[in-house]
T-cell receptor
Framework: DGGITQSPKYLFRKEGQNVTLSCEQNLNHDAMYWYRQDPGQGLRLIYYSQIVNDFQKGDIAEGYSVSREKKESFPLTVTSAQKNPTAFYLC??????????FGAGTRLSVL | GDSVTQMEGPVTLSEEAFLTINCTYTATGYPSLFWYVQYPGEGLQLLLKATKADDKGSNKGFEATYRKETTSFHLEKGSVQVSDSAVYFCALSTGAGSYQLTFGKGTKLSVIP
């Protein structure tokens, strides 16, 4: 089955630690995205990538970093500079500017 | 900038009741409009979409019509079921070179038997 796989489902971060969230897709989509979801809020775009080896900042990129070395993969690193990382993180992909398809999400909490 | 405003929830309905969730938008150009649904603990799924004025998107008994004159895209369903309990998000894409979706804050729907 084609789809988007995010791992882990739950992740805990200690103070000063960087953590990496995985996102893999086998839909052969060119574009991939990372969103952050906070309770009672809509989704806010962190980063997106239109093609391999290229990515752009979204609305809330500070404290996050990404890479796009392979078409299938778009990992997100939450760095220690992100002071309020507790949230639900969603990865999505699309063919060009078409419909975005979402993974099941990773819930990040701070210990 | 672009923005989407949804009615605030939570909304609680009895099974078989009529559902309306209001959505209005502000955007430059001619946006495409979407409704996504999020079931508890899951990611978002596309429910329906409309790409131009007067288009009606429909899926699983849900409908929404793209009204340019009122900048609205209200979600409706004639008879809700318990399985429709979820959070519903209205979103827009301005296309025209933009990859970004702009989301509303979401409306939580609970349907009770």
């Amino acid at each position: 089955d084609g789809g988007i796989t995010q791992s882990p489902k739950y992740l805990f971060r200690k103070e000063g630690q960087n953590v990496t969230l995985s996102c893999e897709q086998n839909l052969n989509h060119d574009a991939m995205y990372w969103y952050r979801q906070d309770p009672g809020q809509g989704l806010r775009l962190i980063y997106y990538s239109q093609i391999v080896n290229d990515f752009q900042k979204g609305d809330i990129a500070e404290g996050y970093s990404v890479s796009r070395e392979k078409k299938e993969s778009f990992p997100l690193t939450v760095t220690s500079a992100q002071k309020n990382p507790t949230a639900f993180y969603l990865c999505a992909s699309s063919i060009g500017k078409n419909i975005q398809y979402f993974g099941a999400g990773t819930r990040l909490s701070v210990l | 900038g672009d923005s989407v405003t949804q009615m605030e929830g939570p909304v609680t309905l009895s099974e078989e009741a009529f559902l309306t969730i209001n959505c209005t938008y502000t955007a430059t150009g001619y946006p495409s409009l979407f409704w996504y649904v999020q079931y508890p603990g899951e990611g978002l799924q596309l429910l329906l979409k409309a790409t131009k004025a007067d288009d009606k998107g429909s899926n699983k008994g849900f409908e929404a019509t793209y009204r340019k004159e009122t900048t609205s895209f209200h979600l409706e369903k004639g008879s809700v079921q318990v399985s429709d309990s979820a959070v519903y998000f209205c979103a827009l894409s301005t296309g025209a070179g933009s990859y970004q979706l702009t989301f509303g804050k979401g409306t939580k729907l609970s349907v009770i038997p």
